[in-house]
């Protein structure tokens, strides 16, 4: 473990890069992260470094950063043409960080390849598409997990994280925007050694299932590395609460979600003591690009080359890489089945698909795809006795893509998955910006349903592609269409792309960055762990971790004490196996250690029954318990149960009317409808548990009970609550904080007012018991004099009444160890009152 950390970044040696002119502050930065530069690099002997450098207009990094505040700096690895010849220096590092605001990660050429080509797109890339591991050697393919791989992946995640310690200064605002999944570990590398940094990562990829993330080894490994981040993008809201479930499902972690002032969802996830937002972002096209592309003289000639060679046809455009989930060959075989239905489209209609180089696949598998592509293209272009399919091999020219754009009539994706897809986008931009008397104007756009753009083109025709049937008369509808249709559709289209551009995109995910992690300057923060289970543990300045240390001499001074302990997650572990949770011998024999003090003054305070606490601790013979959130009060084991008729009446057993009978029945309808999760009818309140049920799909199933109950009873003396895998109807003035104040009350009158009190528990129930003690330690009379408050949780929350906490169940065992061995323990008469 390691302490708490109160400076920005450690080891910062950012004064040697760039530093500001003197006595000037510098402006915040945003450090843009992404696995190569905004770059190009061509060879130049007179170079002193062989490469002439220029900022690669077309680099998806640079074109999202347009609407960030300057300056930008761009951390990345260099051009693929320039990496394995140039030897990294200090003169390229300063130079290229002068010329263009971009500072090198050097990283071996076999770590790269491992890295980039092995763990990255061989591995995680099938994998966040949806893709599972094979389970035979067999069909081992290029899906088997290699360690050497993930080494490489961790290595080169921590040498980025490096580099942008060099150059981020978060006391001075500056905040980093990571890209993509191939830097999932960087948030956590950032948040070691620079704790206060405000991280967002935009994953550019989907992001799958639970079911098929649980398939990766080190599941718990990257997801714990993305929640090290403050603000977490998607494209899509599937994907958002795909990756929300994981969380959720293998991490244990509580998922809120909230609504924007925007009217968007925010799901929140608490991840130690920060608050970790999940959103939603949409990724739109570079319309300064656009055009500029549209304008060159070498989209001017090839628009009239196009123009030219299918004059009178109607043109039709796909663009994809060449890889298996781009869905080229469902493409091709839509077409075949839409001439051999309509033979005079064949004279009609011509496709013309470019091939962009494979970037996810092996040369093997992409050559295999092209071959098929090859084949059927053969085969339509024979049977149409003309040339219906042309096939262009890339890479092609941004410039020569986008007069293809603006000539085309029809535009067609047909991917069985893709992150985003904005190639509907450039085809919109295009036919709506160009100027050319020979193209422009309204346009059709056919997209697959599993493309993450089908949600955002409502004017698009959104097809399965993996239905032939479907996707061939939907390339029809979209030939044929009329002129009034088109032109509504494609007005639809091009108002989304217009209001959502790269330079919006940039705005809002830095407006939410700076939302996200407004609070980190005030945190302090404590790491714990080796390694890549490493994390570094957030909380408020006046939050601390309570140790014996800090309660000892208040302990030891004190001549009547209070110890206050919740039982479920304080006192033992939360298990799902509800045989296991009775207490242990360990936990029993302390107890009595304490209760054996004749200082001390000791309650287990819990929501369970009281003829199942009586059982538990009946070893425990001058123990105090508060039963039903206190509802039921005995001060030792032979001492007479005491109830609180004065503030709520018991629950009536078989009611038919009432709010009993309400609850009771949308309690056995959730139980009925939630496998795993049963009903617990007590003396004075009902619950219903879920913590043996689905970790996904019960806690949606809670927030629906507990709002219908809370309509329900609005007007009924039994306000519902929920808590950590329970959704709970108590009557009326019953809780912890009331029983607290009743056992203070009850100290008081016998003149024994406690000057020293420990309060421990872990969920929503028990802050009223630390309100409780705060508002008796300001009042007075129920505290003696001066008195020392130490109220605790287990588990760090993003806010508490408490002042301090600990981690887990076994800090709170260790803690009431401690003080049992200090306190000068002699056998004395309980605390009956």
């Not at 039903?628 to 005995?634: A, K, P, S, W």
């Not at 076994?810 to 002699?826: E, F, H, N, P, Q």
Request: glycine share 8%; net charge neutral; aromatic share 8%.
């Amino acid at each position: 473990m390691q302490g708490s950390s109160s400076s920005s970044c450690v080891n910062n040696p950012s004064s040697s890069l760039a530093p500001p002119p003197p006595d000037v502050p510098a402006p915040p930065r945003r450090v843009v992260v992404a696995h190569r530069l905004p770059l190009r690099a061509s060879p130049d002997p007179g170079s002193p470094f062989g490469f002439a450098f220029s900022l690669d207009p077309d680099a998806l990094p640079l074109q999202l950063s347009r609407g960030l505040p300057a300056p930008v700096t761009y951390v990345g690895v260099l051009p693929a043409s320039a990496a394995s010849e140039i030897v990294p220096s200090d003169d390229l590092d300063d130079y290229l960080l002068q010329k263009f605001s971009c500072l090198p990660v050097h990283l071996a050429g076999d770590v790269h390849r491992d890295f980039y080509d092995g763990f990255c797109k061989r591995y995680l890339w099938p994998l966040l598409h949806y893709l599972r591991p094979p389970f035979t050697p067999a069909d081992a393919g290029n899906l088997r997990f290699e360690g050497g791989e993930y080494g490489a992946f961790v290595a080169a995640n921590r040498r980025f994280a490096d580099r942008v310690i060099q150059v981020v200064s978060p006391d001075d605002g500056d905040l980093v925007v990571v890209h993509d999944y191939h830097l999932c570990f960087l948030p956590a590398f950032l948040r070691r050694k620079c704790p206060r940094a405000g991280v967002g990562l935009f994953l550019h990829s989907p992001f799958p299932s639970a079911e098929t993330f649980l398939s990766v080894p080190v599941r718990f490994e990257l997801l714990r590395g993305l929640l090290n981040a403050d603000l977490l993008g998607f494209h899509t809201p599937d994907y958002a609460r795909n990756f929300a479930s994981s969380c959720s499902r293998h991490l244990s972690a509580a998922v809120t979600t909230t609504t924007s002032s925007g009217g968007g969802g925010i799901i929140s996830m608490n991840y130690h003591g920060r608050a970790v937002q999940v959103r939603v972002f949409s990724v739109g096209v570079d319309m300064g690009r656009v055009r500029a592309a549209l304008g060159s003289p070498e989209a001017a000639a090839k628009a009239r080359e196009i123009a030219d060679t299918y004059r009178g046809r109607v043109l039709m455009v796909g663009v994809d890489d060449v890889d298996h989930l781009k869905g080229v060959n469902l493409k091709l075989l839509a077409m075949e089945r839409m001439l051999e239905a309509d033979a005079d489209m064949r004279r009609r209609v011509v496709l013309v698909q470019i091939n962009n180089p494979a970037r996810s696949i092996t040369a093997g598998d992409a050559a295999a795809v092209r071959r098929e592509a090859e084949r059927i293209k053969d085969r339509i272009n024979r049977r149409a006795a003309a040339p219906v399919v042309v096939m262009v091999d890339g890479p092609v020219p941004m410039p020569v893509k986008a007069a293809y754009y603006a000539a085309a009539d029809c535009c067609v994706v047909a991917a069985v998955r893709d992150g985003l897809n904005r190639i509907p986008y450039f085809y919109t931009a295009c036919r709506e910006e160009s100027s050319s008397p020979v193209s422009g104007g309204a346009g059709a756009v056919v997209v697959s349903e599993f493309a993450g753009c089908a949600a955002t083109l409502g004017g698009a025709i959104r097809v399965n592609p993996c239905d032939a049937e479907a996707l061939a008369a939907a390339m029809r509808a979209a030939v044929t269409m009329g002129a009034e249709e088109r032109a509504a559709r494609h007005r639809e289209n091009y108002g989304y792309l217009r209001a959502h551009d790269a330079k919006a995109w940039a705005r809002a995910f830095d407006a939410a960055l700076e939302v996200a992690c407004r609070d980190l300057p005030l945190m302090r923060f404590v790491g714990v762990g080796l390694g890549m289970t490493y994390r570094a543990m957030a909380h408020r300045p006046d939050f601390q971790m309570l140790s014996a240390a800090h309660v000892r001499p208040a302990y030891r001074a004190a001549a009547r004490r209070l110890v206050l302990l919740d039982y479920d997650g304080t006192l033992v572990p939360e298990v799902s196996d509800e045989r296991e949770r009775a207490p242990g011998d360990a936990v029993i024999g302390l107890l009595n250690e304490l209760c054996g003090d004749p200082k001390n003054v000791v309650f287990v305070v819990s929501g369970r029954r009281r003829d199942q606490l009586a059982a538990w601790f009946a070893p425990c013979e001058r123990l105090g318990v508060c039963a039903e959130h206190g509802y039921f009060t005995r001060w030792s084991r032979d001492d007479p149960w005491q109830v609180m008729s004065d503030k709520a009446a018991p629950l009536v057993r078989g009611a038919t009317s009432g709010w009993e009978a309400v609850a009771e029945h949308a309690m056995r309808h959730y139980t009925e409808a939630t496998p795993g999760s049963y009903m617990e009818v007590k003396e004075t309140a009902m619950a219903w548990h879920y913590q043996n049920a689905d970790p996904v799909v019960s806690p949606c199933q809670a927030r629906e009970l507990h709002a219908h109950l809370a309509r329900a009873l609005a007007d009924e003396p039994a306000p519902v609550a929920i808590g950590t895998h329970v959704v709970e109807v108590n009557p009326k003035g019953v809780n912890k904080g009331v029983a607290v104040e009743g056992v203070l009350a009850a100290m008081a009158r016998r003149g024994k007012s406690p000057e020293m009190v420990l309060c421990a528990g872990d969920g929503e129930d028990d802050e009223a018991m630390f309100a409780a003690l705060g508002r008796a330690s300001k009042a007075g009379g129920a505290l003696a004099a001066g008195a020392s408050v130490f109220a605790c949780t287990v588990g760090k929350k993003a806010t508490s009444a408490a002042a301090f906490y600990v981690e887990e169940p076994a800090d709170v065992v260790g803690l009431l160890g401690a003080l049992a061995r200090c306190g000068g323990a002699s056998p004395a008469a309980g605390p009956s009152e």
